[in-house]
C-alpha cells in the first residue's frame, strides 16, 4: 500500500470522527427548530456544522459529501436570511442528508451519486435554496471572518505530493469544529478535548496493572508498622541500658563506664537514624499510595463514557416513529452526564430501543384519543440515567395510557401461561412479570413495530448479563415505566469476601440477598436435604467446599457462616434462593475484575478473579452458575451435607489417601476402606498424590512404591519434608518383600510397611486401626 492511500485512510478516518461529532449537532438542532424554526443560536450552529463538514469532505476528496453540505448550508443561510422557513419538510429533507453525510464517510460505502442528486433536488423543490449564491458566500465570509467558502478556496484542493499542506489543511477543518471568538482558547479546548484511539484489550490490561500497582503500594504499610516495631525496641534496649548505667555505674571502672557511654551514644545515633529513616519511608507510602489510587482511580475513569454517548440518536429516531403512527411525541433526555461503563454502554442499544418502541407502539396514544382523555396531544417519553445507592439505573417512562391489565390476564391465560383462577388472584408485579417472558405479546396481529413477542425479553435477557435486574411500574391512564437496575460498571464489583478451605472466594453483593451465621443446632433435614429456617421460610444448605471443589475438613465452631444467594429476577426473585455455607466471613471490598484468561475456557461456578489488599488472588463466584451446579446436585441426590451440632462434627469420618496406579488394587483399598467407614480419596500415581494431600485434609495415606513420575518412596520423603503434611501418618503397601525394600520405606519415613504377598483383608483394616483408629 502506498504512502498516498494511507495518507487518504488516514484522512477518511478523521472525516469520519468529524462526520459523527457535526451530525450529532445537526440532529439535535434540527429537532429543535421543528418546534423553533427561525432560533438564530441554532440556526448558527447547524450552519457551522454544516460549514466544517464541507470543508472537511473538500479535503479529503468527497466530492459527494461536499454537495450534499453545500446544500444543507444554502438552506441554514436562507433561514437565517428570512427567505425560508424551516418547516417539517424541509427537516425531513435535512435528515436524509445527514444520512448521505454519515455514508459518504464510509470508506466501504458505494458512491450514491443518483441519490444525492435527488436529495439536492428535495431540498431545493422544497424552497431551501432562495437565497442567491452571492448572498451565501457573503453570509459564509462574514460567519468565518479570514477564509472563503471552500467552494472556492482553492487552498482546499489536496495534491497527492503536497502530505505537509494535506496535513494542515486537516487540522485546521478539525478546528473549526470548535469555532469559538478566541483563537488561544480554541486551540486549548481542542487539546482538552482530544480524543484518542485505544484498543479494549490495551485498556484492560491498562486497568489490571493499575490495580496491581494499588495492591503492591500497599504492601508497604505493613512493611513500616514492622519497621516501627523495632524502632521502639531498640528505644527499649536503649532504655535499658540507662538503667542499667544508673544502677551500676558506682561499681564499675572507669573503662567499663566508658566503654558503656560509648555503647549508649552509639545506639542513640541509630535510633536518630532509624527515626529519620522511618519518617522518609512513611512519606514515601503515603505518597506511593495516593499516586496509586489517582492511577487507578484514572485508569478506572477511561472505561467510563457519558450516557449520552449512546442515546444521542434516539431523539430522531423517536421522532420518525411516531411520525410514521400518526403520533406526537416530545422525547426528554435526562442524566446525559452520568458516567457508564463502556461495556455497558456498548450494549445499551438494543434494549433501550425495544424499550422505545414498546412505549410508542403500545403506550402512547394518538393525538384524537389523547385529547378526549384531557391530555395534551404531544405525549412526553422520557430516558433517564442516574446513579443511586451504588447501582446504574436507567427508566424509560412515558404518560401514555400504561398497561391494560385486564387485556393482559386474557392474554396469558390465551397463551396458556397459567391458569385463570391464578391469574385472577396475582397482583399488579406478578402480572407485569410476563411481559418479560420470550415470545409474549398482546397484540393480536403483528406490525413493521411489533406484535413478535420480540421486546422485553430482550431487555431482561441483557440485565442478566450484566447481573442487574428490571422493573417495570404501570399506572391506568397514566403512563408506564421500565427501570434497568445494573451495576455501575463491569471492571469494579462490590463483593462479600468469604474464606472457603484456605482460598479467597468473592461473592458480588448484587446477589447477596444475606450473609448471616446459623446455630449448627439449627440445621435441618427437609426431604433427604439440609436446610435452614430464613424469614419464615425453608432455605436450602450446601456446601460451597462441595461448589468450589475444595477438599479438606472445615473447622469446626458453633455457628456455620451462610451467604444466601438467588438468581431470580423480579417477582420471582425468591424463586431461587440457596444457603452456600462458608469457612469465614472476611468482609466487603471492592474489586477490580481481571477476567480469566481465555485459554481456561468457562471455569464452573467462577466468573473471574480479583486481586485483595494483600496481593492475595481471590476468584470471583458466578452465582447464576453456582445455582445451576445446585439445581443439579439436587437431581442427582449428591449434596453434601454441613456437620450439625459439636457431636456430629465429632463423629465426620476419618478421611484417608490410597495412592496407587494399578486399578485393581486401588479399587479393592477403597472399597475395603469405605465399607469399614473411611472416607477414602485415590490419586494414580505419586504426583497426582502429592497434589491431592497438598489441596486437602487426610488423616492416613496409603501409597505404594513403583509408580510413574514420582514412586512412593520420593512420596513420603516429600510429606515428612512439609511443614503442613509431615504430621500425616503414611503406610506403604508394596509387592517388595525384602527387607531392605522395608528398611528403605521405614526409613524414608514410613509409618508402617506391609508386603501386597502376605496382603490379606484384615491385615490392612488392623494396620489402618493402628495408625488412625476407627472411621468416627
Partial sequence: MSDDE?????????????????????????????????????????MRATHSLKGAARIVGLPEAVDVAS?????????????????AAHIDALLVGIDLLLAAGDASAPSAREAIDDFVARLAGAGAAAAGSAAVSAAVSSAYPGQETADADDEFARS?????????AAETASASA?????????????????????????????LGFAGQSLVESRRMRPFANNLLRVRRAQGEVLAALGQFHERHAPTLGAEARASLAGIREQLAALERQLSERFDDLDRIDRRGTQLAQRLYDEALQCRMRPFGDAVHAYPRIVRDLARSLGKRVRLSIEGETTQVDRDILEMLDAPLGHLLRNALDHGIEDPDTRRLAGKPEEARLTIEARHSAGKLLISVADDGAGVDLAALRRAIVARGLAQPDA??????????????????????????????????????????????????????????????????????VRSLIVEVAGEAYAFPLAHVRRALRVPR???????????????????????ARQLLGASGAAAHSDDVCVVLIGAGHGADQEAALYGIAVDRFAGEHTLAVQPLDTRLGKVRNVAAAALLEDGAVALIVDVEDMVTSVARLVREGQLAGVARGAQAAARERKRILVVEDSLTVRELERKLLEKRGYAVSVAVDGMDGWNTLRNGHFDLVITDVDMPRMDGIELVAMIRNDPQQRG??????????????????LDAGADYYLTKGSFHDEALL??????????T
Fill in 6 to 46: 494511507l495518507s487518504r485512510r488516514s484522512l477518511l478516518d478523521l472525516f469520519r470522527e468529524e462526520a459523527q461529532t457535526q451530525t450529532r449537532t445537526l440532529s439535535a438542532g434540527l429537532l429543535a427548530l421543528e418546534s423553533t424554526p427561525t432560533d438564530a443560536p441554532t440556526l448558527e450552529a447547524c
Fill in 71 to 87: 446544500a444543507m448550508e444554502d438552506c441554514f443561510v436562507a433561514a437565517q436570511h428570512g427567505d425560508v422557513t424551516i418547516d
Fill in 160 to 168: 497527492p505530493d503536497d502530505d505537509a499542506d494535506t496535513a494542515a
Fill in 178 to 206: 470548535l469555532a469559538v471568538t478566541d483563537p488561544s482558547a480554541a486551540r486549548a479546548s481542542q487539546d482538552r478535548d482530544r480524543m484518542l484511539r485505544v484498543r479494549a484489550g490495551t485498556l484492560d490490561r491498562l
Fill in 423 to 492: 391469574v385472577a388472584a396475582m397482583s399488579e408485579p406478578e402480572l407485569l412479570e410476563f411481559l418479560l417472558l420470550p415470545g409474549f405479546t398482546m397484540r393480536e396481529h403483528v406490525t413493521d413495530v411489533s406484535g413478535r413477542g420480540v421486546g422485553l425479553d430482550a431487555v431482561l435477557n441483557f440485565a442478566k448479563a450484566v447481573h442487574g435486574i428490571v422493573r417495570i411500574e404501570s399506572a391506568a391512564g397514566r403512563g408506564m415505566r421500565v427501570v434497568l437496575q445494573l451495576p455501575l460498571t463491569l471492571s469494579v
Fill in 521 to 543: 443446632e439449627a440445621i435441618e433435614m427437609l426431604e433427604g436435604q439440609q436446610h435452614i429456617v430464613h424469614e419464615g421460610r425453608p432455605v436450602g444448605l450446601v456446601t
Fill in 728 to 745: 500425616v501418618p503414611v503406610m506403604i503397601v508394596s509387592y517388595k518383600d525384602r527387607e531392605d525394600d522395608r528398611r528403605r520405606g
Fill in 766 to 775: 488392623d494396620a489402618v486401626n493402628d495408625l488412625i483408629g476407627e472411621a
